[in-house]
């Protein structure tokens, strides 16, 4: 199974005061608006794991500080202990465990922001004491930044005419939180641990937008100011207890517990007065139990089965009203709750053919049955998914050092709660329910028949690991998708206006497949350019090219790709100690091309262009004392890059959005205490 690591030095060489922008290093993994993404896929085809379990609904990784990580796994295709809703691929952040020795580690950083500078401090305390071991890390931070927004469209104004106009602003975001993870590790006897992990996490956001409008024809209807601001709660507990009954025998059980709150108050201003206000929040209660039987069977011989179970509880209200008066009498107010029942058990057998050979076969049985209600009765969705996998490494020479590896698998990308939830939500510049919207400003409404993705996956990769540390691979992968999840707007009837409306909504739509080609090397320059290059020089590279090729078979060609996928991506970046002096700077470069994808028969979607430039320094200044300055420009705050996104009909009517941010800069210290 290809897994790559990502431990301290990654994680600390740049400063990054939040764990999203760690990631947009990473080769073959972007940032979007949905979070991180392998394979140029979007929201729900990454599986995102904490500490191997699936993460918890509302978790924030943009407020999951780096200090607070020990690495991140990066696996290219799913394996039976962990769930296989992972068509794209795995990330698994693990968290610090509690320390084996005494541990007083503290980061104090700045940040630049509008009108003041921001500060972030993060604590590690850590004792070790016989069996027992605890840790106790504490992370306390604030952002505050700008954002220029440019929106653009041309569609029907309000009197039924063609209409465009050009809003531009600029977004204030701003907010503080608080992230606290403590952890103990309880070693009963030579055969018996106990583990508690916990994780708190409470933080408030604001964003506040002032437009100038420029109208160019007609009277178009034209976005509000909006001021917002909301709170996020996440509590999580874990409790793990590992026995080995004898050499070849051991169990693991593993209980969690995991809560998240949150509220919002968007206000859209007209002219300094309030004209719609929407209040609402929501609470995510989850249970888990999990466990796992292993047994070996011979000295390379293992085979492995388990069980997860998973017991979620969501319930959300929102009231939307213009003018004091409510927009959808008969949702507003009304709570909607969803209930989740997983049950997965699963098999896999790992064994050490010869010292060449190794072969992996795992066999997951998922079953998944979500129940949605408000007032009315409720409905369900139940689905199941038999997920075979194997995987095989061959070694081409003793050592080690050149691998080929090939992976045939079966995934699947269920839908989540928020897609299955069926209330609607207007478009907000067309509340007026006795009248029409446009095809660009749609209503919204969840899908409770939606259908899980299925996808059958090949991989295969050919690594080499060069005797001074460095490594190179290429990898080849394809998939097959079945029951395509694509968001397909419509005009139709609808039970909350007295006209046709065109909505918005999720919906199985087809097959489709994707392919790719992956390339990444990293290692000391001399390792790879010895004829320019002395041995003594401690230049390090690192590389990535990734290649994408998809088709969506309901859709005409061309660009009939799956949803935020580009062409290709590729990342470049270099680290170099100066000779006698403690300092070593670097940097990364991360590109994406401009695209276009075909949304539906009659929407075409345009994506600009992407360039993130990273910088860093860091001065060792004593052991245990260090200084980084780090500068990144072209990525939005929380790791998207700058760019537009526009999508256009064939009717000739468009819609542009730019967002686009200045530099930022981080200054932070490392004390060891």
Known sequence: MAKQIYGREDLDKYGDTNALDVMRRLPGVTIGSGGPRMRGLGSGYTQILINGDPMPQGFALDQLSPSQIERIEVLRAPTAEQSAQAIAGTINIILKEAPRRAQRDLRLGLSDGTQRPTGNANLTIGESRGGLAVSLPVSVFEWRRENHLEIERRQPGSDGAPSQAVQTGDQQVWGWGANLGPRLNWRISDDQTLSIASFLQKGWW??????????????????????????????????????????????????????????????????GA?????????????????????????????????????????????????????????????????????????????WDLTPQWQVYLGLRHERIETETRDDTAPVNNRSAVLSPLAHLTYKLDAQGRDLVRASLTRSYRAPGIGMLLARPSLASQYTDVTAGNTELAPDRIGNPALAPELATGLDLALERY????????????????????????????VPWATVPRWVSQPQNI??????????????????????????????????????????????????????????????????????????????????????????????VQNRSSGRVIDLYALWLLRPGLS????????AQPFGPPNGSTTTFTDGGDFSRIERRTGPQVNFSMDIRL
Do not use: C
């Open 510 to 603: 087809s097959s489709a497949t994707f392919s790719g080609l992956e390339l990444e090397l990293k290692g000391r320059a001399a390792e790879f350019l010895p004829a320019l290059v002395d041995k003594a020089n401690p230049l390090s590279l690192r590389a990535s090219l990734n290649l994408y090729r998809s088709r969506v078979a309901a859709l005409p060609g061309p660009d009939n790709r799956l949803d935020s996928q580009p062409p290709w991506s590729a990342t470049f970046g270099a680290d170099h100690r100066l000779r006698g002096l403690p300092l070593t700077i670097g940097g990364n470069l991360s590109l994406n091309p401009a695209y276009d994808t075909r949304l539906t028969l009659d929407q």
């Open 274 to 350: 309030e004209f719609q206000r929407a209040i609402g929040g929501g609470k995510d209660d989850n249970l888990t139990q999990s466990g796992k039987y292993n047994r070996l069977l011979g000295e390379a011989h293992s085979l492995s089965l388990g069980w997860d179970l998973e017991s979620r509880k969501r319930s959300e209200q929102r009231n939307v009203t213009e003018l004091g008066q409510p927009v959808l009498p008969d949702f507003e107010g009304r709570p909607f709750d969803a209930r989740l029942q997983r049950v997965a058990v699963y098999l896999q057998d790992e």
């Open 627 to 634: 200084m980084r300055l780090a500068v990144a420009h072209g």
């Open 466 to 493: 060069l005797p001074g540390g460095g490594m190179w691979s290429v990898g080849l992968f394809h998939r097959r998708i079945q029951d395509l999840m694509r968001t397909v707007t419509t005009l139709r009837s």
């Open 206 to 271: 604001n964003n506040e937008t002032v437009y100038a409008n420029r109208i160019v024809t007609g009277r178009p209807l034209l976005d509000d100011d909006p001021a917002q601001n909301g709170t996020w709660e996440n509590r999580r507990a874990n409790l793990t207890w590992a026995n080995r009954f004898d050499e070849d025998q051991r169990i693991e059980l593993r209980a969690g517990l995991s809560q998240s709150r949150w509220t919002f108050d968007a206000r859209n201003l007209r002219q």
